[in-house]
């Protein structure tokens, strides 16, 4: 079955709060991981990548935590603004593939001014 | 760089039709891949490419065609098109090096309609 993501789920928050998106994998023998950010009416961007030997990696206002012991992914966007809202896209490289990605459904993240 | 760059936008086709979405991307990636986006849905991988000269079928193949002459342009060919084809349709590109996984980047995407 899918081994990213479930039915999409929604997040609300204020703006000026930090959000966290999850995402849960099933593929063990993934090693590479990517979240993607889509605005309505516009293709997947890259946000930021984390490689399994590393479980945590930081960008600007974001963090990616990797914990492989229970296959579980996390976004964390600091002082979430407006310009925030968006689906937000966990993929994996399916069983260590160098290039096939394996995509969940997305979370609806939804920033309150 | 304009990165990926997708044509047409938009493109309304009756059922029998067939058309070319086309795909070109100026960063020099040896990978390049055709995703199906569905409402509510992930990304589905149709067809991908490793270099000129090279495809090999994804997810959900059926119904579809591509090409790969250059290492710029990957078209993605419908020829008998039905309504389960209607979608939104992404392209992307990634580079394959040393470094092992590199991110895939999409263009804006294909917005098809079969009626």
């Known amino acids: 079955g899918e081994s990213v993501g479930l039915h999409l789920p929604t997040l609300s928050v204020q703006e000026g709060d930090n959000s966290i998106i999850n995402c849960a994998y099933s593929?063990?023998?993934?090693?590479?991981f990517i979240w993607y950010k889509q605005e309505s009416g516009k293709g997947p961007q890259f946000i930021i990548d984390?490689?399994?030997?590393?479980d945590k990696r930081q960008g600007q206002r974001v963090t990616v935590l990797l914990n492989k012991t229970v296959k579980h992914l996390s976004l964390q966007i600091a002082a979430t603004q407006p310009g925030d809202s968006a689906v937000y896209f966990c993929?994996?490289?399916?069983?260590?593939?160098?290039?096939?990605?394996?995509f969940g459904k997305g979370t609806l993240l939804t920033v309150n001014p | 760089n304009a990165g990926v760059t997708q044509t047409p936008k938009f493109r309304i086709l009756k059922i029998g039709q067939s058309m070319t979405l086309q795909c070109a991307q100026d960063?020099?990636?040896?990978?390049m891949y055709w995703y199906r986006q569905d409402p509510g849905m992930g990304l589905k991988l149709i067809y991908y490419?490793?270099?000129?000269?090279?495809?090999d079928k994804g997810e959900v193949p059926n119904g579809y065609n591509v090409s790969r002459s250059t290492t710029e342009d990957f078209p993605l060919r419908l020829e008998l098109a039905a309504p389960s084809q209607t979608s939104v349709y992404f392209c992307?590109?990634?580079?394959?090096?040393?470094?092992?996984?590199?991110?895939?980047?999409f263009g804006d995407g294909t917005r098809l309609s079969i009626l």
């Open positions: 992307a590109s990634s580079y394959d090096g040393a470094k092992g996984n590199q991110p895939q980047h």
């Open positions: 593929n063990s023998a993934s090693d590479y």
């Open positions: 984390i490689r399994s030997n590393m």
């Open positions: 993929a994996e490289n399916s069983g260590g593939s160098n290039y096939k990605l394996t």
């Open positions: 960063m020099n990636h040896n990978y």
């Open positions: 490419s490793v270099g000129a000269g090279i495809t």
